[in-house]
């Protein structure tokens, strides 16, 4: 397959992942009436029976498999011969097939899950700021700025949380955190195909 047609499916990709998983996730919790945002975690959802757990481990899993995509097909192309963009696209690649097992190993796996998980969610910044370096590199001033500052907001709710306990549990930074990595995918996406 020639590399724009390779790079236009990973951004599409890219595109659909977040908006496939964020939908999975809300429909989950709006199955499950007795989710709290301030006492559970998002991965809660995943053991509880009926449509609700099956609902949001597909919407994991499905969508970790378009984001491995985007980075397989979209980042490594986009990046050509940038060395430092196709590290930052294999550290993503890494946090996908995290979020993928996040999917599959769900809380019955107890240590699988808080392994894949933590995985996740530590990858996926460190990706955001490797990428950073690669668009800083290749003199595209704006999309740094940008990749850094979803990087930021990836990695931050998890710092304060360290830092200050702010929630007795973790679904609002795994939900901030979540919609910085969306936020970037889609931009990145929409970038892609715009230039391919």
Known sequence: MPDIGKQRIGAATGIL?????????????ASYSQFSWTNN????????????GPLF???????????????????????????VGKIGATVFAAATLALIAIGVFNE??????????VAFFVL???SMFVITCAFWLAHQGRMAVFTVL????????WL??????????VAIPEFVSGLAVSALTIVLGYKMIKSS
């Open 17 to 29: 992942a977040p908006i496939l998983a964020f939908t999975c996730i809300l429909a989950a919790i």
């Open 160 to 169: 304060l949380l360290f830092a200050f306990n702010y929630v007795p549990n």
């Open 41 to 52: 975690a998002l991965s809660d959802l995943g053991i509880i029976p009926g449509i609700t």
């Open 150 to 157: 979803a990087g930021i907001a990836a990695a931050l709710p």
């Open 57 to 83: 481990n597909f919407g994991l899993y499905a969508s970790g498999l378009l984001a491995f995509n985007f980075a397989l097909f979209g980042l490594f192309t986009y990046f050509g011969k940038s060395w």
């Open 108 to 117: 019955s796996y107890s240590g699988t899950h808080y392994a894949v998980s």
């Open 124 to 126: 996926m910044p460190i």
